[in-house]
């Protein structure tokens, strides 16, 4: 019994500093969002979207059926934690479109903060992205 015991606690030990560990840790790396969202970031692009809707016509799919995955701002961003961005990747039907675009932030007075790399994320309250450029597959 004395044994079982300090098996258990050792294992409920190790889940609760691993739990500990991963909560700690900003999150990074892709999110998922409808394309519906990936076309309202892209709106300044027309010829961007009409693509994307004549593919969308040709699979009979509407745009909020459609799941894309979105780079996600890590938890150390204070306002735009969990916030998606370019780059894009949506497949419609067996056709995909991979978008990417020119990021710049805002601080909370809408002062222009400069790239991803010149930015605290600490101070960026907003984004916004410019410049689409996209290929589809195939």
Not at 33 to 62: C, D, F, M, W, Y
């Amino acid at each position: 019994m004395m044994i079982e015991t300090k098996l258990w606690t050792r294992r409920s030990a190790l889940v609760l500093a691993g739990s500990i560990a991963i909560t700690a840790t900003p999150a990074r790396g892709d999110g998922t969002l409808e394309l519906s969202e990936v076309l309202v970031a892209v709106e300044q692009a027309p010829r961007l979207v009409a693509e994307i809707n004549t593919e969308l016509g040709k699979v009979h799919l509407k745009p909020e059926e459609v799941t894309c995955i979105g780079a996600r701002h890590g938890n150390h961003w204070t306002y735009l934690g969990g916030a998606r961005a370019a780059p894009y990747e949506c497949t419609i039907g067996r056709r995909t479109v991979k978008i990417e675009a020119d990021r710049i932030y805002f601080d909370p007075s809408a002062n222009v903060l400069g790239g991803l790399d010149k930015t605290d994320p600490k101070q960026a309250e907003t984004f916004r992205e410019s410049n689409f450029r996209w290929t589809w597959e195939p």
